[in-house]
């Protein structure tokens, strides 16, 4: 299989096309940015860090029955996906408040919700990817009202699968993002990344946070949390 033109490039990753119908090459970026994109900055190892993180995320979901767009990765750096179009929507799950939660709804960060919380945001980069509703969906004709069944109730079983698998590393799955797709045959399936930069992690001991925060909040040892990640979930640690 060739590698062809770039098709899509975002913050963190780029998408090629290549010479197989429906498969995508994607390569991971060091490059990382917050606030929609106010702060910029390169996290060292970031790419073939994240890459690996979300091969096995992916992995592991794919084996528990959860339609995904991972195909393989291929390099430290670089995986091949079936080729989707994405649904312009950031499918938000969370278990503890922390960050616009932890502001929206006054109660500080670390609280566990009495029921676990499924937001939808509009994934729109002018906007500021603005909190909507299944009524602003339906209105901008994101997709249909069982289309979005099937991404909530899937994002749940993600929770599940994802929360159950963390503790057994010790680690606390507080929230997380998602992004599906539509395949060419209009079935939707998980698609993106599912990694320290889409996640909030905590050690479930300490409650240090293991993730993009100690970027976005400038804790540091940014490379070193997503290292840790990686070698609790059995990855190899960048190889
Ligand atoms: P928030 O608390 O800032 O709304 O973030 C909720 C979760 O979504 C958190 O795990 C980080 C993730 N996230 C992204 O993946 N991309 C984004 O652009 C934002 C704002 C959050």
């Not at 190892?45 to 794919?62: C, P, Q, Y």
């Not at 996906?81 to 670390?110: D, M």
Request: glycine share 10%; proline share 2%.
């Amino acid at each position: 299989m060739e590698k062809l033109e770039k098709l899509y490039e975002g913050k963190a990753k780029i998408v090629f096309r290549t010479s197989e119908e429906g498969t995508c090459w994607i390569e991971y970026k060091d490059d990382a940015t917050a606030f929609n994109g106010e702060k910029k900055g390169k996290i060292a190892g970031k790419g073939t860090l994240n890459n690996e993180i979300s091969s096995i995320f992916l992995s592991l979901l794919k084996e528990k029955g959860v339609k995904n767009h991972f195909i393989k990765r291929i390099s430290s750096t670089e995986q091949l996906v079936r080729q989707v179009e994405i649904i312009p929507i950031e499918v938000v799950v969370r278990n503890i408040t922390a960050g616009s939660l932890a502001k929206r709804l006054g109660w500080g960060e670390g609280k566990e919700l009495p029921q676990v919380l499924v937001e939808f945001y509009y994934k729109n980069d002018e906007l500021g990817d603005p909190f909507i509703n299944n009524d602003h969906i339906a209105i901008l004709g994101l997709c249909s009202e069982s289309e979005l069944g099937t991404i909530r109730s899937q994002a749940l079983k993600i929770n599940e699968i994802m929360k159950e698998f963390l503790l057994d590393k010790d680690l606390i799955l507080v929230d997380f993002k998602l992004e599906f797709g539509k395949t060419q045959g209009g079935e939707i399936i998980l698609a993106d990344e599912i990694s320290p930069d889409t996640c909030r992690f905590w050690d479930a001991h300490t409650k240090e946070k293991l993730d993009k925060d100690r970027f976005r909040r400038d804790l540091g040892n940014v490379e070193g949390a997503y290292q840790e990640i990686l070698k609790r979930i059995g990855g190899s640690v960048g190889v």
